[in-house]
């Protein structure tokens, strides 16, 4: 049971233009939310967070939105940029615990 | 600042031989966690440790033995390698605070198991 989903295997943007990746997940015990990015060959790393407790958190190109009733968050990248091209995980934080629930990615190609 | 090392990078061994991933983190960091990436998914949680000498299961456990005797430390068993553990392993530190959760994750070992 997939209790982190992201349902876009893959998405193309232009140069410059706003990059919106999706997520959903199932389960309310979860306490934070995290995007994180991932080169091939290299280990995830962590763009931005947000807790439950918020619906939006900005660090400078990247906003993150958190929709507590359809149970969904989103990663916004604008304007984006070559060096963007990459995997997306969304992942997601067990109340009380460190553990990590991982949705299954999602490959982010930046066109010129 | 290493933040987290693994070693080796790479690794290929055969059904049934034995071996251990390391994890090392210098961030004074008191969670540390293993996950595995299979190809089309995303991250699982192998084992995760609260502390020194505290450790759990996670999601996919089976065939993976781990201990935490000192905080930096977070060293990950395969007893008997099979080819279903064929894997990129990644470990991770994390450091909750008020308001924020930081999770560190290393560069990865690949194994493959023939």
């Known amino acids: 049971d997939q209790q982190v989903k992201q349902n876009s295997p893959s998405l193309s943007v232009q140069e410059g233009r706003i990059s919106i990746l999706n997520c959903d997940y199932t389960?309310?015990?979860?306490?934070?939310f995290l995007w994180y990015k991932k080169y091939p060959a290299e280990g995830p790393t962590f763009l931005i967070s947000?807790?439950?407790?918020?619906d939006k958190n900005e660090d400078g190109r990247f906003t993150v939105f958190l929709n507590k009733s359809a149970k969904h968050l989103s990663l916004h990248i604008v304007p984006s940029q070559p060096g963007d091209s990459a995997v997306y995980f969304c992942?997601?934080?067990?109340?009380?615990?460190?553990?990590?629930?991982f949705g299954q990615g999602t490959r982010l190609t930046i066109n010129p | 600042n290493a933040g987290v090392t693994q070693t080796p990078k790479f690794q290929v061994l055969k059904t049934g031989q034995s071996m251990t991933l390391q994890c090392a983190q210098d961030?004074?960091?008191?969670?540390m966690s293993w996950y595995r990436q299979d190809p089309g998914m995303g991250l699982r949680l192998i084992h995760y440790?609260?502390?020194?000498?505290?450790?759990d299961q996670g999601e996919v456990p089976n065939g993976y033995n781990v201990s935490r005797s000192t905080t930096e430390d977070f060293p990950l068993r395969l007893l008997s390698a099979a080819p279903s553990q064929t894997s990129v392993y990644f470990c991770?530190?994390?450091?909750?605070?008020?308001?924020?959760?930081?999770?560190?994750f290393g560069s990865g070992t690949r194994l493959t198991v023939v």
């Open positions: 991770a530190s994390s450091l909750a605070g008020t308001g924020t959760l930081s999770y560190t």
């Open positions: 389960n309310s015990m979860f306490d934070y």
């Open positions: 947000i807790s439950s407790i918020k």
């Open positions: 992942a997601a934080n067990i109340q009380g615990a460190q553990k990590l629930v």
């Open positions: 961030m004074n960091h008191e969670y």
């Open positions: 440790s609260v502390g020194a000498g505290i450790t």
